[in-house]
């Protein structure tokens, strides 16, 4: 399953990691590895979730154009692209039971983006680029029914990691991190949804945005170590793990990848300071989306299946982490995402895909 490579901008740069501030704790040396047991066998998620709401979607829209989602709002509202039937533009709509709503669009000739969506109540930001011009925000208020503004064009040598936090709505800002003139450093930007100056707030270290108003350095940080930063407080949590062990943070749950000589062992899954350590699948299976833990409840991974590794099709399941079972989505997924609480997942081939969502929120 590919559910596509981290992106980051065109303004990225790399940036090697200082050294630890003294404000560091250090939370798990060395932690132990943990139950090896093989966790309960998959169930559907009918019989795990029989009120969750779910939806499918054609992947062509009604004038014969692809549909590309971006990020659903509910099961069956979602954000996403298409060209125009004539190829000359790019729009971003609004896709609801009730029909289409175009929110923008832009020539095709300016190999144009709309990526990194964020949302908070009524308010959706994203992250536009086209050609060689500058990565832009923009934000609509979609209970409101006005256009979509601009909200900043200042946003720096801006890193987009390919997770959910990308971009984060809060407090009636808009953040993101971007790179810095000095590679020690990593600049934490915001604008207001209502538009105006950028704030720059400047954090020593290699960044990216987790569950606000916590920082991971974790797409970037040493084998062995991870570090989680609190905005709110400047404390630091350092997130040791075991030789063959590779992790992902975010400040509630760590993914742990265990390995030998022979590859990918298994999954595990600990708190950052290295307690509640539980395996949850073996090898074959690997993380379907970049992000750890959706809603602190959720992992979401993907099962090798005969040919996987040609067709890039895989089983598609999720781990509840509230009660320990591990649910079969789909047998064969092409590609899967997952954003502000909504897992959704294609089938079928590129010309007639069948896009699937579930609204993991309702389970």
Known sequence: MSAGPPRRSRRTVAAPLV?????????????ERG?????????TAAAAWPGAHRADLPGTLADGTTFDPKLFLTADT????????????????LRAP?????????????APGF??????????????????????????NLRTGRPARRLTADTGNAVFYGGQNDLVIAGGRVHWAASAADPAVTEIRSVALTGGPVTVRQEPGTWGLSTWPWLTDAAGGPSGQIRLRDLSTGRDVRVATSAGDAAECSPVWCRVMVSDSRGLVRIDLMRPDGSARRRIAGAGTLAAVADVAILDRFEILSQAVPGSYVTGVAGLRVYDISTGDTV???AGAGSAFARAGVLW???????????????????
Request: proline share 7%.
């Open 19 to 31: 050294a630890l501030t003294a404000g560091g704790v250090l939370l798990s040396t060395e932690p």
């Open 35 to 43: 139950d090896s047991a093989a966790p309960p066998g998959p169930i």
């Open 78 to 93: 979602v954000l996403g692209t298409a060209p125009t039937r004539d190829g000359s533009r790019a729009r971003l709509l």
């Open 98 to 110: 009730g029909g289409l709503r175009e929110l923008r669009r832009l020539p095709t000739g300016t």
């Open 115 to 140: 990526d990194d969506f964020a949302v908070a109540g009524d308010d959706v930001a994203w992250a536009e680029s086209a050609d060689e011009g500058p990565i832009t925000i923009w934000s609509i």
């Open 328 to 330: 079969d989505i789909a």
């Open 345 to 363: 997942w294609s089938t079928g081939s590129a010309e007639a895909a069948m896009w699937h969502s579930l609204d993991l929120r309702t389970a």
